[in-house]
């Protein structure tokens, strides 16, 4: 049920490196789940890219939309290294990481979102289900919701061991917000 443009599943390693994955803001009710990477049971390097654009073609409150999104459904171990990425005009979530036996390294990264709107509580990073994560070194901003719920720089939602250093974040409803 998952709507990407680029996926891995299931895979040993795979490399994304030195792309621009482009979602033209497609997302749509019967795009749920839109998103730009997905990284499904498997280990994964994403270096050198801009994601953009996952979004429906009107801004809106749907909760889809998210640039890369790493998730293990299995428990096994595995590694995703987000690195030197550049990720804007997301709906949701600029990076996701979820699952038990999940480790990402999410390092040196610039995620922006759109600044404040009253739309949709957007997150720069989330971190989720036991996951546990290295964020260092990103530029994190414009994720502000006008709403009742909150927008964050940084989420750690259930999150394992996350371990959070030298991130520059600004104008962010909250920086970093741990649940």
């Known amino acids: 049920n998952y709507r990407s443009t680029q996926t891995v599943l299931d895979a040993a ?9 482009d979602g033209n803001s497609q997302g749509t009710g019967s795009n749920y789940r839109f998103m730009g990477i997905l990284i499904l049971n498997a280990n994964a390097t994403i270096q050198n890219t801009s994601v953009i654009n996952f979004t429906d073609p009107t801004f809106g409150g749907t ?3 998210i640039a890369i999104y790493a998730r293990n459904t299995d428990g096994v171990t595995r590694t995703v290294n987000i690195r030197n990425n550049t990720i804007s005009n997301y709906q949701k979530g600029g990076i996701v990481v979820s699952g038990t036996g999940l480790s990402a390294n999410i390092i040196n990264n610039t995620i922006t979102g759109v600044g404040p709107t009253s739309m949709i509580a957007q997150n720069g990073i989330q971190i989720g289900d036991g996951a546990d994560a290295l964020i ?19 989420l750690l939602f259930g999150a394992g061991d996350v371990q959070i250093a030298s991130n520059v974040l600004f104008g962010n409803e909250i920086c970093i917000y741990a649940d």
């Not at 390693?13 to 994955?21: C, E, F, K, M, S």
């Not at 990103?138 to 964050?152: A, D, H, P, V």
């Open 63 to 65: 909760q889809h939309g």
């Open 13 to 21: 390693t795979a490399v994304i490196d030195n792309l621009v994955v």
């Open 136 to 154: 260092s070194g990103n530029t994190i901003s414009g994720n502000w919701y006008t709403g009742l719920n909150e927008s964050t720089g940084i």
